[in-house]
């Protein structure tokens, strides 16, 4: 039996096994590393460790002990209080206004770990605040991240402007951008409304009859939290992306708002992401390490802040993440990839060359670097693109969105980042949220980008 028949058995028996039984899926995928690698494949030690990815590794860890430092000392706690304090009782707005900051990073540059590992921590609990649903959040945040990905300014689109001016092709920039950007605010309205956006409306709604002065005409009085800070209408005794039940207090119940002033230990914390971020986001500096060193450092000052906030660290999910990616890199040692797309590329269909291209490049990249695939995709493409069968901007657009749209599963650097920031008891239930929402991704987005962009030009 071919290795690439047994890989791919393997890599679908692992996610059943994972999904049935509670064992951590990247500890299943390290087995069958080893085990295939070993007996099929004839490799050693250092080749089956090759796939291992270090860079992922130190990313997760660096930056969820750095934010669960900053979750320790109530640093995270009092950022989400000045965001409630901006949006007020407008909770129904919240999950586009994440979508929007999720791409801002992304749109000026920033690849979108860097950009999720600074957001996401925020985005989700601002969500929580707000009792919004935190599967919606979780997309919010990473649909936005891909919003921006080929900005001109973003790594992505240089990637695949040098691929193609290497093979003597061109596309627009602008074309390429507002392409992926407009298929992902697409996404975008689809995931309000599957998650509780119609809801988080009607309790506005709700809540703005039933409150105060509402029947008269009069001004509604800002709601508060119990602390003193404001509370968005709908986020006490909500469900999960709106629900009945809520209960607030008005102005006329409770003082005036009382804001806790930042402590010391606080305010470095708050100075150190800050720049952080500055490092990654401006100066490209590996955000993993400058992530690890920063959370270090923090620890070491104010040791008695932060006491047992090196379990924050994720560990359950890095080794799901690291696993399977471990496990998918032999997959490519073996070119199980390249045989398909060569496979793929031979066929003589036009129009179903291009939607079999896009389909291998959203279920690859789902379980590897986008950066990477779409350094190995475009030269794989480049054969039946010069064909001029199909118009070369279409077929881009198409292959591009495929293949990054998929980066919402919780095997990208992008989705793990998100699932790593979430409560450890709604962990495993995101997984799978994220998993089939990834799956769902890797299906239609080669459809749905077939019909919009490659059939029009194949006609």
Not at 88 to 99: E, Y
Not at 401 to 408: P, W
Request: aromatic share 8%.
């Amino acid at each position: 039996m071919s290795i690439h028949v047994i890989a791919v058995a393997v890599l679908v028996l692992i996610f059943v096994i994972g999904t049935l039984r509670p064992v951590n899926i990247g500890a299943l995928a390290l087995i069958a590393t080893f085990l295939v690698g070993t007996l099929v494949a004839g490799e050693g030690i250092d080749e089956l460790l090759a796939g291992f990815p270090p860079d992922l590794f130190v990313l997760l860890v660096g930056v969820t002990y750095l934010f669960g430092l900053a979750a320790v000392n109530g640093t995270i706690e009092w950022l989400i209080d000045r965001a409630v304090g901006l949006l007020g009782d407008r909770p129904a707005l919240v999950p586009m206004m994440i979508f929007i900051f999720s791409a801002v990073p992304t749109t000026a540059g920033a690849l979108g770990p860097a950009g999720v590992a600074m957001l996401a921590p925020l985005c989700l609990r601002l969500g929580e605040r707000y009792g919004i649903d935190r599967r919606m959040t979780a997309l919010m945040v990473m649909h936005g991240s891909c919003a921006g990905n080929f900005s001109p300014l973003n790594g992505l689109a240089v990637i695949v402007q040098q691929a193609l001016t290497a093979n003597g092709l061109s596309v627009s920039a602008a074309a390429l951008f507002f392409g992926n950007m407009a298929y992902n605010i697409g996404l975008a309205v689809v995931i309000y409304f599957a998650f509780g956006g119609l809801g988080l409306i009607r309790e506005v709604r709700r809540a703005g009859n039933d409150l105060p002065g509402t029947a008269a005409g009069g001004n509604t009085p800002a709601p508060t939290l119990a602390g003193g800070a404001n509370l968005p209408v709908g986020s006490a005794g909500t469900t999960p992306g709106g629900g009945s039940g809520v209960a607030v207090k008005t102005s006329a119940e409770v003082d005036a708002p009382v804001r806790a002033q930042l402590r010391f230990d606080q305010m470095i914390t708050l100075a150190i992401i800050v720049a952080v971020a500055v490092g990654a986001l401006v100066f490209d500096i590996e955000i993993g390490f400058l992530a690890l060193t920063a959370a270090v450092l923090l620890h070491a000052l104010f040791p008695a802040r932060f006491k047992d906030a090196d379990k924050r660290v994720v560990w359950g999910v890095v080794l799901l993440i690291c696993g399977v990616v471990t496990f998918v890199g032999a997959m490519e040692r073996y070119g199980t990839v390249d045989i398909i797309g060569a496979g793929i590329a031979g066929l003589g269909a036009p129009l179903l060359t291009a939607f079999l291209l896009c389909l291998v490049a959203a279920f690859t990249s789902a379980f590897a670097s986008s950066a990477g695939l779409l350094g190995v995709l475009i030269p794989l493409a480049v054969p039946f693109i010069v064909q001029g069968q199909i118009g070369t901007a279409a077929m881009l657009i198409a292959l591009t969105i495929s293949a990054t749209v998929v980066d919402s599963t919780p095997f990208s650097s992008v989705g793990a980042l998100t699932l790593a920031n979430a409560p450890e008891e709604e962990r495993r239930k995101l997984f799978r949220t994220m998993l089939a929402w990834g799956i769902g991704m890797a299906v239609s987005a080669p459809l749905v980008t077939w019909l919009i962009f490659i059939l029009p030009s194949g006609l």
